[in-house]
Protein backbone atom coordinates (compact mmCIF):
# COMPACT_ATOMS: atom_id res chain seq x y z
CA UNK A 1 0.00 0.00 0.00
CA UNK A 2 1.18 3.99 -0.72
CA UNK A 3 -0.25 6.80 1.15
CA UNK A 4 -0.07 10.24 -1.08
CA UNK A 5 0.69 13.06 0.91
CA UNK A 6 -0.82 16.38 0.23
CA UNK A 7 2.26 18.69 -1.00
CA UNK A 8 1.45 20.83 1.87
CA UNK A 9 1.25 18.01 4.34
CA UNK A 10 3.82 18.68 7.20
CA UNK A 11 6.50 16.40 8.97
CA UNK A 12 4.25 15.90 12.21
CA UNK A 13 1.26 14.66 10.08
CA UNK A 14 4.05 12.39 7.94
CA UNK A 15 5.17 10.91 11.53
CA UNK A 16 1.87 10.36 12.12
CA UNK A 17 1.12 8.49 9.69
CA UNK A 18 3.97 6.15 10.19
CA UNK A 19 3.06 6.05 13.98
CA UNK A 20 -0.02 4.64 12.75
CA UNK A 21 1.24 1.81 10.07
CA UNK A 22 3.96 0.82 12.87
CA UNK A 23 1.08 0.76 15.48
CA UNK A 24 -1.08 -1.59 12.69
CA UNK A 25 2.24 -4.17 12.96
CA UNK A 26 3.54 -2.76 9.72
CA UNK A 27 6.88 -0.91 8.59
CA UNK A 28 6.48 2.50 7.26
CA UNK A 29 9.00 4.18 4.57
CA UNK A 30 8.44 7.81 3.75
CA UNK A 31 9.47 8.49 -0.01
CA UNK A 32 10.12 12.49 -0.47
CA UNK A 33 9.22 13.39 -3.94
CA UNK A 34 9.68 16.58 -5.26
CA UNK A 35 6.44 17.88 -5.15
CA UNK A 36 4.98 15.57 -2.15
CA UNK A 37 5.96 12.98 0.17
CA UNK A 38 4.66 9.44 -0.46
CA UNK A 39 4.65 6.60 2.71
CA UNK A 40 5.50 3.23 1.61
CA UNK A 41 3.84 0.52 3.75
CA UNK A 42 5.71 -2.58 3.71
CA UNK A 43 5.49 -6.25 5.40
CA UNK A 44 1.76 -6.97 4.63
CA UNK A 45 0.66 -9.91 3.27
CA UNK A 46 -2.80 -8.80 2.03
CA UNK A 47 -4.83 -6.09 2.15
CA UNK A 48 -5.27 -3.29 4.69
CA UNK A 49 -7.82 -1.85 6.08
CA UNK A 50 -7.34 1.89 5.29
CA UNK A 51 -10.08 3.17 6.64
CA UNK A 52 -7.81 4.46 9.75
CA UNK A 53 -5.42 6.28 7.44
CA UNK A 54 -7.88 8.12 5.36
CA UNK A 55 -9.19 10.39 8.11
CA UNK A 56 -5.32 11.41 9.00
CA UNK A 57 -4.76 14.85 8.31
CA UNK A 58 -2.36 15.42 5.42
CA UNK A 59 -3.29 12.19 3.57
CA UNK A 60 -4.48 12.92 -0.33
CA UNK A 61 -5.25 9.52 -1.14
CA UNK A 62 -4.35 5.97 -1.02
CA UNK A 63 -3.10 3.23 -3.06
CA UNK A 64 -3.33 -0.24 -2.63
CA UNK A 65 -0.28 -2.05 -4.70
CA UNK A 66 -1.11 -5.38 -5.19
CA UNK A 67 1.79 -6.37 -7.31
CA UNK A 68 4.96 -8.70 -5.67
CA UNK A 69 7.17 -6.07 -6.08
CA UNK A 70 6.76 -2.05 -4.79
CA UNK A 71 10.22 -0.88 -3.80
CA UNK A 72 11.07 -0.81 -7.35
CA UNK A 73 7.83 0.53 -8.89
CA UNK A 74 7.16 3.65 -10.15
CA UNK A 75 4.01 3.88 -7.99
CA UNK A 76 6.82 3.77 -4.72
CA UNK A 77 9.05 5.90 -6.13
CA UNK A 78 8.05 8.35 -9.00
CA UNK A 79 11.61 9.77 -9.53
CA UNK A 80 14.51 8.13 -11.51
CA UNK A 81 17.11 6.25 -9.58
CA UNK A 82 20.90 6.91 -10.54
CA UNK A 83 22.96 4.47 -9.81
CA UNK A 84 26.56 5.42 -9.21
CA UNK A 85 29.04 3.09 -10.40
CA UNK A 86 32.49 4.42 -9.10
CA UNK A 87 31.92 8.00 -9.92
CA UNK A 88 30.23 7.17 -13.52
CA UNK A 89 26.42 7.79 -13.40
CA UNK A 90 23.58 5.13 -14.58
CA UNK A 91 19.90 6.07 -15.67
CA UNK A 92 17.69 9.05 -16.58
CA UNK A 93 18.86 12.37 -17.85
CA UNK A 94 22.61 10.67 -17.88
CA UNK A 95 24.85 10.00 -21.64
CA UNK A 96 24.27 6.00 -21.83
CA UNK A 97 26.58 4.34 -20.71
CA UNK A 98 28.86 1.60 -22.55
CA UNK A 99 30.30 -1.51 -20.68
CA UNK A 100 32.64 -3.53 -22.86
CA UNK A 101 35.24 -6.11 -22.39
CA UNK A 102 35.42 -9.90 -22.69
CA UNK A 103 32.85 -12.64 -21.85
CA UNK A 104 35.68 -13.87 -19.52
CA UNK A 105 39.19 -12.95 -17.95
CA UNK A 106 41.74 -15.11 -20.00
CA UNK A 107 44.92 -14.13 -19.16
CA UNK A 108 46.68 -10.37 -17.95
CA UNK A 109 47.79 -9.24 -21.21
CA UNK A 110 44.09 -10.29 -22.65
CA UNK A 111 42.80 -8.35 -20.24
CA UNK A 112 44.67 -5.16 -20.01
CA UNK A 113 45.06 -4.66 -23.94
CA UNK A 114 41.07 -4.74 -23.77
CA UNK A 115 40.77 -2.35 -20.99
CA UNK A 116 42.77 -0.02 -22.47
CA UNK A 117 41.68 -0.31 -25.81
CA UNK A 118 37.67 0.11 -24.58
CA UNK A 119 38.88 3.39 -22.50
CA UNK A 120 40.50 4.62 -26.35
CA UNK A 121 37.77 3.92 -27.66
CA UNK A 122 34.86 6.24 -25.18
CA UNK A 123 34.02 2.89 -23.27
CA UNK A 124 32.72 3.68 -19.47
CA UNK A 125 33.62 0.66 -17.64
CA UNK A 126 35.38 -2.76 -18.04
CA UNK A 127 33.53 -6.05 -18.11
CA UNK A 128 35.09 -9.39 -17.73
CA UNK A 129 33.99 -13.07 -15.86
CA UNK A 130 36.06 -14.21 -13.56
CA UNK A 131 33.49 -16.71 -11.91
CA UNK A 132 31.81 -17.97 -15.05
CA UNK A 133 28.30 -19.84 -15.15
CA UNK A 134 28.73 -22.40 -18.12
CA UNK A 135 25.61 -25.01 -19.45
CA UNK A 136 28.47 -27.87 -19.10
CA UNK A 137 31.32 -28.59 -16.53
CA UNK A 138 33.51 -29.78 -19.28
CA UNK A 139 34.29 -26.05 -20.36
CA UNK A 140 36.58 -22.92 -19.20
CA UNK A 141 34.55 -22.31 -16.04
CA UNK A 142 36.94 -19.10 -15.51
CA UNK A 143 39.95 -18.09 -13.58
CA UNK A 144 37.72 -17.09 -10.13
CA UNK A 145 40.06 -15.24 -7.75
CA UNK A 146 43.01 -15.46 -9.71
CA UNK A 147 40.51 -13.69 -12.53
CA UNK A 148 39.87 -10.75 -9.87
CA UNK A 149 43.13 -9.92 -9.68
CA UNK A 150 43.73 -9.23 -13.29
CA UNK A 151 40.61 -7.22 -13.69
CA UNK A 152 41.89 -5.54 -10.56
CA UNK A 153 45.10 -4.74 -12.95
CA UNK A 154 42.84 -3.48 -15.83
CA UNK A 155 41.17 -1.50 -13.63
CA UNK A 156 43.90 0.18 -11.80
CA UNK A 157 45.56 0.48 -16.14
CA UNK A 158 42.76 1.44 -18.20
CA UNK A 159 40.98 4.04 -14.95
CA UNK A 160 38.00 1.87 -15.77
CA UNK A 161 35.62 0.73 -13.39
CA UNK A 162 34.85 -2.80 -13.24
CA UNK A 163 32.06 -5.16 -13.83
CA UNK A 164 32.13 -8.90 -13.16
CA UNK A 165 29.92 -12.04 -12.17
CA UNK A 166 28.84 -12.88 -8.83
CA UNK A 167 27.71 -16.72 -8.82
CA UNK A 168 27.47 -17.56 -5.11
CA UNK A 169 26.26 -16.04 -1.96
CA UNK A 170 29.37 -17.02 -0.12
CA UNK A 171 31.75 -15.04 -2.67
CA UNK A 172 30.29 -11.53 -2.19
CA UNK A 173 32.63 -10.59 0.48
CA UNK A 174 35.07 -11.70 -2.09
CA UNK A 175 34.24 -10.30 -4.95
CA UNK A 176 32.76 -6.67 -3.98
CA UNK A 177 36.68 -5.97 -2.88
CA UNK A 178 37.39 -5.86 -6.68
CA UNK A 179 33.98 -4.94 -8.63
CA UNK A 180 32.69 -1.85 -8.87
CA UNK A 181 29.37 -3.41 -10.38
CA UNK A 182 28.40 -6.87 -9.41
CA UNK A 183 26.70 -8.64 -11.60
CA UNK A 184 24.19 -11.26 -11.49
CA UNK A 185 23.89 -12.99 -14.12
CA UNK A 186 20.66 -14.75 -16.18
CA UNK A 187 20.94 -18.10 -14.53
CA UNK A 188 21.00 -16.72 -10.86
CA UNK A 189 18.13 -14.29 -11.21
CA UNK A 190 16.26 -16.20 -8.87
CA UNK A 191 18.65 -17.24 -6.59
CA UNK A 192 17.40 -15.32 -3.43
CA UNK A 193 20.33 -16.01 -1.10
CA UNK A 194 22.45 -14.50 -3.01
CA UNK A 195 19.69 -11.40 -4.29
CA UNK A 196 19.59 -10.91 -0.15
CA UNK A 197 22.91 -11.23 0.59
CA UNK A 198 23.79 -8.59 -2.31
CA UNK A 199 21.24 -6.46 -0.61
CA UNK A 200 23.00 -5.67 2.17
CA UNK A 201 26.12 -4.47 0.91
CA UNK A 202 27.02 -1.09 -0.55
CA UNK A 203 27.60 -1.87 -3.89
CA UNK A 204 25.39 -1.19 -7.23
CA UNK A 205 24.51 -4.72 -8.41
CA UNK A 206 23.62 -5.37 -12.16
CA UNK A 207 20.80 -7.59 -12.75
CA UNK A 208 20.20 -9.92 -15.63
CA UNK A 209 16.82 -11.06 -16.60
CA UNK A 210 16.46 -14.79 -16.32
CA UNK A 211 16.11 -16.70 -19.78
CA UNK A 212 12.78 -17.54 -19.52
CA UNK A 213 11.55 -14.66 -16.54
CA UNK A 214 8.57 -12.85 -17.06
CA UNK A 215 8.81 -8.63 -16.20
CA UNK A 216 6.72 -9.45 -13.30
CA UNK A 217 9.37 -12.14 -11.84
CA UNK A 218 12.86 -9.99 -13.18
CA UNK A 219 11.27 -6.70 -11.16
CA UNK A 220 9.95 -9.36 -8.40
CA UNK A 221 13.90 -10.54 -8.01
CA UNK A 222 15.11 -6.75 -7.92
CA UNK A 223 12.48 -6.13 -5.06
CA UNK A 224 14.65 -8.38 -3.05
CA UNK A 225 17.49 -6.78 -3.53
CA UNK A 226 15.95 -3.44 -2.59
CA UNK A 227 13.83 -4.74 0.19
CA UNK A 228 17.16 -5.40 1.68
CA UNK A 229 18.00 -2.13 1.41
CA UNK A 230 20.26 -1.75 -1.39
CA UNK A 231 18.50 0.82 -4.13
CA UNK A 232 21.77 0.43 -6.81
CA UNK A 233 20.50 -1.82 -8.91
CA UNK A 234 20.35 -1.77 -12.61
CA UNK A 235 18.39 -4.24 -14.76
CA UNK A 236 19.62 -5.71 -17.63
CA UNK A 237 17.80 -7.29 -20.76
CA UNK A 238 19.75 -10.02 -22.35
CA UNK A 239 16.95 -11.95 -24.43
CA UNK A 240 14.85 -14.40 -23.86
CA UNK A 241 14.07 -17.84 -24.88
CA UNK A 242 11.52 -17.93 -27.50
CA UNK A 243 11.05 -21.03 -30.28
CA UNK A 244 13.23 -18.98 -32.66
CA UNK A 245 16.96 -20.89 -32.90
CA UNK A 246 18.18 -18.55 -35.35
CA UNK A 247 19.27 -16.19 -32.55
CA UNK A 248 20.58 -17.26 -29.28
CA UNK A 249 18.03 -15.40 -27.61
CA UNK A 250 15.45 -13.00 -28.63
CA UNK A 251 16.22 -9.26 -27.92
CA UNK A 252 12.88 -8.52 -26.11
CA UNK A 253 13.41 -4.52 -26.76
CA UNK A 254 10.14 -3.31 -26.24
CA UNK A 255 10.83 -4.05 -22.48
CA UNK A 256 12.97 -0.87 -22.16
CA UNK A 257 10.54 1.41 -22.45
CA UNK A 258 7.69 -0.56 -20.58
CA UNK A 259 10.08 -0.91 -17.56
CA UNK A 260 10.93 2.53 -17.40
CA UNK A 261 6.90 2.94 -17.03
CA UNK A 262 7.11 0.68 -14.21
CA UNK A 263 9.90 0.99 -12.42
CA UNK A 264 12.62 3.77 -11.52
CA UNK A 265 15.44 2.03 -11.84
CA UNK A 266 18.10 2.21 -14.84
CA UNK A 267 17.40 -0.55 -18.01
CA UNK A 268 20.23 -1.72 -19.85
CA UNK A 269 20.77 -4.35 -23.03
CA UNK A 270 23.08 -6.47 -23.31
CA UNK A 271 23.04 -7.23 -27.50
CA UNK A 272 26.06 -9.41 -26.94
CA UNK A 273 24.46 -12.68 -24.92
CA UNK A 274 21.00 -11.85 -27.13
CA UNK A 275 21.65 -12.07 -30.32
CA UNK A 276 24.82 -14.63 -29.68
CA UNK A 277 25.72 -13.47 -33.39
CA UNK A 278 28.46 -10.59 -33.77
CA UNK A 279 27.20 -9.22 -36.67
CA UNK A 280 23.95 -8.47 -35.09
CA UNK A 281 25.50 -6.96 -32.15
CA UNK A 282 26.24 -3.25 -33.63
CA UNK A 283 22.57 -3.11 -34.66
CA UNK A 284 21.26 -4.33 -31.81
CA UNK A 285 22.92 -1.59 -29.82
CA UNK A 286 21.71 1.09 -31.66
CA UNK A 287 18.29 -0.03 -31.75
CA UNK A 288 19.15 -0.34 -28.19
CA UNK A 289 20.14 3.15 -27.37
CA UNK A 290 17.05 4.23 -29.92
CA UNK A 291 14.74 2.36 -27.45
CA UNK A 292 15.65 4.57 -24.39
CA UNK A 293 18.49 2.01 -22.76
CA UNK A 294 20.57 3.49 -19.97
CA UNK A 295 23.32 1.68 -21.41
CA UNK A 296 24.75 -1.12 -23.08
CA UNK A 297 26.79 -4.05 -22.05
CA UNK A 298 29.00 -5.25 -25.09
CA UNK A 299 31.62 -8.19 -25.31
CA UNK A 300 34.91 -7.68 -26.96
CA UNK A 301 38.26 -10.05 -27.26
CA UNK A 302 41.06 -9.29 -29.05
CA UNK A 303 41.43 -12.47 -30.97
CA UNK A 304 37.47 -13.83 -30.77
CA UNK A 305 38.24 -16.47 -32.60
CA UNK A 306 40.31 -18.17 -29.72
CA UNK A 307 38.40 -16.96 -27.05
CA UNK A 308 37.51 -19.77 -24.09
CA UNK A 309 34.04 -18.35 -24.51
CA UNK A 310 31.42 -16.36 -26.17
CA UNK A 311 33.77 -16.00 -29.37
CA UNK A 312 31.22 -15.93 -32.11
CA UNK A 313 29.22 -12.51 -30.10
CA UNK A 314 32.20 -11.08 -29.08
CA UNK A 315 33.45 -8.30 -31.61
CA UNK A 316 37.04 -7.51 -32.40
CA UNK A 317 38.41 -4.64 -31.64
CA UNK A 318 37.99 -2.94 -34.89
CA UNK A 319 33.99 -3.30 -34.76
CA UNK A 320 34.09 -2.30 -31.64
CA UNK A 321 35.89 0.69 -32.55
CA UNK A 322 33.64 1.12 -35.75
CA UNK A 323 30.41 0.74 -33.15
CA UNK A 324 31.63 3.14 -30.67
CA UNK A 325 32.09 5.88 -34.07
CA UNK A 326 28.22 4.95 -34.57
CA UNK A 327 27.47 5.07 -31.03
CA UNK A 328 28.70 9.00 -30.47
CA UNK A 329 27.23 9.93 -33.72
CA UNK A 330 23.39 8.63 -32.35
CA UNK A 331 24.19 10.16 -28.90
CA UNK A 332 24.89 13.33 -31.23
CA UNK A 333 21.35 12.97 -33.25
CA UNK A 334 19.48 11.57 -29.94
CA UNK A 335 20.87 14.90 -27.98
CA UNK A 336 22.63 12.53 -25.11
CA UNK A 337 26.18 14.09 -26.08
C1 LIG B 1 27.88 -12.88 -19.31
O1 LIG B 1 27.60 -11.67 -19.18
O2 LIG B 1 29.01 -13.28 -19.69
C2 LIG B 1 26.81 -13.87 -19.09
C3 LIG B 1 27.10 -15.12 -18.73
O3 LIG B 1 25.58 -13.38 -19.33
P1 LIG B 1 24.12 -14.00 -19.08
O4 LIG B 1 24.04 -14.25 -17.61
O5 LIG B 1 23.23 -12.93 -19.58
O6 LIG B 1 24.02 -15.27 -19.88
MN1 LIG C 1 29.46 -14.23 -22.27
Redesign the pocket.
Not at 183 to 189: I, L, S
Given at each position: MLIVMNHNATQADIDTIVKTVQDMGFRAEPIPGSERTAIGVLGNHGYVDDTKILELPGVQRVIHVSKPYKLVSRDFHPEPTIVDVAGVKVGQGYRPVVVGGP??VESEEQIVKTALFVKKCGGDML?G?AY??RTGPHTFQGLREEGLKLLAIAGRESGLPIVT?IMSPDNVGLVAEYADLM???????QNFDLLRELGRIRKPVLL??G?SATVEEFLAAAEYILAEGNDQVIL?E??IRTYETATRNTLDLSVVPLIKEMSHLPIMV?P??ATGKRSLVPPMTLAALVAGADGV?I?VHPEPEKAL??GPQSLTFSGFEQLMGDVGKLQTFLGNS
Open positions: CARGKPEQVGARNMKRMCRGDSHLESD
